[in-house]
């Protein structure tokens, strides 16, 4: 960031998991729902309830560290990390420290980056508080408590605020490949806490580091870490020792600040978690989950620059998303004409999903690769084809049905054009005369005549045919 | 004073009514509550209403082993809308909104429900009087306690105010209880009865169990509540369908374990005396006895209470006043709010083992104190893996002496814990033990003899107790 | 030695507010406790993390299936202080 500083920063990435239910309970994990309606006496810390791990939880976190080349642990434990807040019922967190599910994995950035991953470990959401600042009162709803989170924590690979927010946007991308999350920010289905600090060029000491929590946005991720790179420096350039310490990002001021309390002594008392049982796996069950792994952005874009001949910025916008990869693949596999199926998908459906956000298609492949043959064949006009998809998106339909019902067809109707062009150069012979006499552009005008007489009748190319034989012939 | 089994025959064969036989205990439990203190909660309504049901179902010939048998439950196992106090004010007035599943279980047998038992709060002491509610005592003399934790449900079963009880045993609570009063209790493998609903104290240690009057009795009440339950991952397909199905086998040949450091110094001679007589009658009925050597013994108390108070320290950590329970008045903030409540809802010995457990696991400690117990724990189960390699049970004492005096040990923590002795590496070790009644001292006061066996040998153990209960002759408490 | 320190750390991660007063008597009582404690000092065995007869394999664990609970209400009806179906404490910042 600067001519004096490098950048130190380490993320620790919270993604909420696809599951149905809860990881230690058997309550719905889904995200809503009035307060304090997907609970249970597990998930609340009745007295005598206990924890029962979710079979899909462990595999969805294996899935996602295999898909990051991390290395599983074969016998892997919980633990219980021990605090008070009024989020969290037991006041314990069920998560994993010593024997975590994966370790030693990476990420590969654009920037020639190679993040490593130190784990991936599975534990429990907390709840959710609002605050009454007139009651001076908080409420908790467990709604969320004990929903299913891995933790990514990477080494300090990463250099500065771009490559966070880059790491974070492939997480999410990857994930939701693996479908094992959603990666809804604005739903805090994944958030970052950031361990920065500096490190003067040439160095080897690193500074004293700072920690920023719970940044839910791209954006919070992005301008926290530049803040930060801000305050740290102008802090050891006036002399000053950066203090090691949790702070937070104020959106609406644009920066960090301490934390005022967690009202605990940093000290979380970490044991194995006596009420669940160690995990352990065979070779045969990981290869079962590795197998589960869809093909991921980065094999696919190779195939599409390689095989379809496809720009790579139109195979990353391909790729960016596993639906619309998947939409595209299904589209090609039925008509594998890749680069007009790509021209069409990318100016007029990327274009829509977008304003939707909807992440759905509400076509099948089948469909759109009919459009793009009808327009390849010349069964209707490109302008009309892509008026049909616009179709297909707000009203639905069949293509074939909305070009008859719109009379976007293309018809050779070889009688009509003989009619046409026939009593047109009856009527105008005059110009036809002038025509035979050397002035060439007026065949142009007898093209245009003909052409919007016959619109939806004939293509434009047999009109041509037509109507040169036909002078050709009067020419006697 | 019958057994279940005496009692099954009875209402099978419609001598007396459940209804009848419920009302005889409750009132019998009425009069003498007030002197013994060993229900917490009688639930009269709802016993009689849960025994009318059983007479239905013994009428429609539907009866199971525990149908219509009044049964009285320790007051840290959670029953559906019934008070569950765990004997401490924190949870005074405190109403479960689930069933523990050895409760379901139970209702699944049609058992009825006395009322719910005084303990030690939060199951932590060996006398019981550490209760909120006030100490039990014991029936063969009211100056002294019953034992504990399960003091109440031991001292219910001893005076003949319910047929049978559940207990829990996280490091002696249902043995040394049942060796102060002179009746039979059975801490099963860990892993054989769900924890589900069982309100925690050490969860890698705790386990639910019965107390009865006799050994047979305890397989009966065992076959009702034991099985794997999806509710609690720790607990396990046993295998095992009738824990009493070894009663009356003989013990001709089998190896009996004498670990020489249960009969060391601190153990009352009357106890040895005891004890030693209980070994010559299995070796007089043609069982061998083994010296063997479990050295380790000298680190039990300590490593059992570390770990004990550092999972406690925890499992307790969810008392705060906010979701149920006593809630300090007046909280500035939710600091005060839960510093206060936890301060004022616990008793002292709660709070004792909390800040042992929070020592054991803090910062700079953890493996000074928890790791090492956890290495002497893993060193127990070695230890006793070699025994059982070799014999067949294990027999020692129960608890270093008989019953004391209510006025006597109770201030002195130390005391108390190097009293537990004897009981605890069962639970470190989690294999199962029996203790069952062997003799009185020159007072009158019953002493226990114990018999483990390897895990998942819970009918083993049931085995070699029945084998010397039918040969013994028991004195009725004098209450 | 527990120093009234120590004592307050263990409070504090505790959250037992011990009034003043009563603060020497409980450090007292902990030293003894910590005494007896201590005698695990002597040990000296390996504790091997890896422990076979707490484990269950990966094929054993609970299917993701989610139910419904039938006493949320009841849940919520336990607590000394609730509002609009939540639990209340006193407003904590961060």
Known sequence: MSEIFDTVIGLEVHAELLTDSKVFCTCSAKFGGDPNTHICPACTGQPGALPVINHRAVEFAVKAGLAFDCEINRYSRFDRKNYFYPDLPKAYQISQLDLPLCINGKVELSTGTVVRLNRIHLEEDAGKLTHDDYNGESLADYNRCSVPLIEIVTEPDIKSAEEAAEFVAKLGQYLKYLGVCDAKMQEGSIRADVNISLKRKGDEKLGERAEIKNLNSMKAITRAIKFEEERQAEIILSGGTVEQETRRFDDNQGRTKPMRNKENANDYRYFPEPDILAVTFTDEDIEKIRATIPALPKERKEKYINEYKISEKDAEVLTSEKYISDFFEDTVSIYPQYKNVANLFLTEIMRRVKETESEEIPFSPEDFAEVVKMADKNTVNRNDAKDIIRTMFEEGGKPMEIAKAKNYLVVEDNAAIADFVETMLDEKADLLEQYFAGKQNIFGFFMGQATKGLQGKATPRSIKEYLETAIEKRKK | MKTIKELRGMLDKKEISSVELTKEYLDRAERLNGELNAYITISRGEALSEAERADKKIAEGGALPLTGIPLAIKDNICIEGVRTTCASKMLENFNPIYNATAIEKLNEQGAVYLGKTNMDEFAMGGSSQTSYFGGPKNPYDTERVPGGSSGGSAAAVAADICAAALGSDTGGSIRQPSSFCGVTGLKPTYGTVSRYGLIAFASSLDQIGPIANSAEDCGIILNAIAGRDRHDQTSRCTGVSDYTSLVGGSIKGKKIAMPKEFFGEGIDDEVKECVFAAAKFFEENGAELVEVSIPTLKYAVSSYYLLACAEASSNLARYDGVKYGYRAEDAESFDELIKRSRYEGFGREVKRRILLGTYALSSGYYDAYYKKAMAVRQQFIKEHKAIFEKCDVMLTPTAPTVAYKCSENIDDPVKMYLADVCTVTSNMVGIPTVSTPCGYDKNGMPIGVSISANHFEDAKVIQFADCFEKQFSKQAARI | ?94
Do not use: W
């Not at chain 3, 004592?7 to 406790?33: F, H, Q, T, V, W």
């Open chain 3, 1 to 94: 030695m527990i120093t009234k320190e120590q004592l307050n750390l263990l409070c504090e991660l505790s959250k037992l507010r011990i009034p003043e007063e009563k603060l020497e008597g409980y450090a007292k009582e902990m030293e003894d406790i910590i005494g007896l404690m201590d005698t695990i000092g002597e040990s000296d065995f390996e504790y091997d993390p890896i422990d076979m007869s707490r484990a269950v394999p990966f094929g054993e664990l609970r299917d993701d299936a989610d139910e419904v609970f039938g006493n949320m209400r009841g849940i919520v009806e336990n607590s000394p202080k609730t509002r609009e179906n939540q639990f209340v404490v006193p407003k904590v910042v961060d």
